[in-house]
């Protein structure tokens, strides 16, 4: 990816538009679970900041991952999703916008859960950290559903 991805229209500072602090103060927390998330990894250089891209506090927030100067064009970047659902973070290459990255998000989780209601093997899925069991496949594609449906067209 050479282009970062444009943050001229997420909802940040005085543009965010939530009814309460309540609501602010949630989102505040979601910053700090996609923080403690990403640092369960090594980044390096490291992650230098998070842009609050879509939120709906307690359910989901979706934040663009920015990393310190110095990593490759194409590293730069990363989608953090964090909320009531698995914590997943992936690449910006072909998901520029928060509407892209979510339905990303959605495709991940659904393959994970397709698989383990059908018994395949999970080597080849996003590496969710739970026991795979059909009645947390079925939960999280009950989220996805309720993502694409109600969430995507709000990003």
């Known amino acids: ?15 965010l538009d939530y009814e309460s602090e309540e609501e602010r103060r ?3 927390v979601l910053r700090a679970e996609a923080w403690r998330y990403l640092h369960t990894y090594s980044w ?28 490759r064009p194409e590293d730069a970047e ?8 698995p914590s997943m973070h992936f690449e910006t290459d072909d998901t520029p916008t928060p509407a892209l990255a979510l339905q990303l998000y ?7 859960a397709d698989n383990v209601l059908a018994g395949r093997d999970l080597s080849e899925s996003y590496p969710i950290p739970v026991v795979p069991t059909a009645e947390l496949a079925e939960n999280l594609l009950g989220r996805v559903d ?8 709000l990003a």
């Open 78 to 85: 990363r989608w953090v999703v964090v909320g009531n659902l």
């Open 106 to 112: 959605c495709a991940i989780a659904q393959d994970w």
């Open 1 to 15: 990816m050479s282009q970062l991805v444009d943050t001229r229209a997420f909802p940040t500072g005085k543009n």
């Open 44 to 71: 390096n250089p490291p992650i230098a900041d998070l842009v609050l891209a879509f939120g709906l506090a307690p359910v989901l927030a979706l934040f663009l991952a920015r990393r310190e100067p110095g990593a």
């Open 26 to 28: 949630e989102l505040e």
């Open 146 to 153: 309720f993502i694409r449906t109600k969430l995507i067209p």
